[in-house]
T-cell receptor, first 116, second 113 residues
Framework: GNSVTQMEGPVTLSEEAFLTINCTYT??????LFWYVQYPGEGLQLLLK?????DKGSNKGFEATYRKETTSFHLEKGSVQVSDSAVYFC???????????????FGPGTSLSVIP | SQTIHQWPATLVQPVGSPLSLECTVE??????LYWYRQAAGRGLQLLFY??????ISSEVPQNLSASRPQDRQFILSSKKLLLSDSGFYLC????????????FGPGTRLTVL
């Protein structure tokens, strides 16, 4: 079945360091790919998404490119801030009709701590 | 714009007591609704989903149940809580269709003692 694998961390970086969180997936067909972020004590927020191969999602300085050939969707940011400390979830969505439901498969999450 | 509410925000309950968590969505109609549980330090587990009023599907067997009495209301219940029910419960909605984004509520932190 479909699955998502991501580095679990925790990842600790100094402020202004470069961030990469790896995410790879297994899927039949052509899923959409997502990165969600969860700040301490809160629900998940959509960070960015890509719906087809070679699409690049971007938001708040974060980027991820849908690579079908390597089945990857790695999250990157050029210069992290303390406020980026959170848990990041990679996810994929199986395309379904409204009569079914939008099954989203989440990775285990990667905890990021950014220190001043 | 759409908003999603959950309450209570935190809850401490004794083992064997009943549970009722509520989720409501505003600003959209006929959403798909979802209940997830997030155990401490772990990923998300889909518990229930609903594509319409009165339509509930369960992903995992457990002592929890869900109901959807109104289009934008989703309730998670239990008759008798177990210690293993402790966790962070998240409600989410999507507008349906292929590969649509899910939007999450703020969550309810449940501790069963």
């Amino acid at each position: 079945g479909n699955s998502v694998t991501q580095m679990e961390g925790p990842v600790t970086l100094s402020e202004e360091a470069f961030l990469t969180i790896n995410c790879t997936y297994t899927a039949t067909g052509y899923p959409s790919l997502f990165w969600y972020v969860q700040y301490p004590g809160e629900g998940l927020q959509l960070l960015l998404k890509a719906t087809k191969a070679d699409d690049k999602g971007s938001n708040k300085g974060f980027e991820a490119t849908y690579r079908k050939e390597t089945t990857s969707f790695h999250l990157e940011k050029g210069s992290v801030q303390v406020s980026d400390s959170a848990v990041y979830f990679c996810a994929l969505s199986e395309s379904r009709m409204k009569t079914s439901y939008d099954k989203v498969i989440f990775g285990p999450g990667t905890s990021l701590s950014v220190i001043p | 714009s759409q908003t999603i509410h959950q309450w209570p925000a935190t809850l401490v309950q004794p083992v064997g007591s009943p549970l009722s968590l509520e989720c409501t969505v505003e600003g959209t109609s006929n959403p798909n609704l979802y209940w997830y549980r997030q155990a401490a330090g772990r990923g998300l587990q889909l518990l229930f989903y609903s594509v319409g009023i009165g339509q509930i599907s369960s992903e995992v067997p457990q002592n929890l149940s869900a109901s959807r009495p109104q289009d934008r209301q989703f309730i998670l219940s239990s008759k008798k809580l177990l210690l293993s029910d402790s966790g962070f419960y998240l409600c989410a909605w999507s507008s349906g269709g292929a590969a649509d984004t899910q939007y999450f509520g703020p969550g309810t932190r449940l501790t069963v003692l």
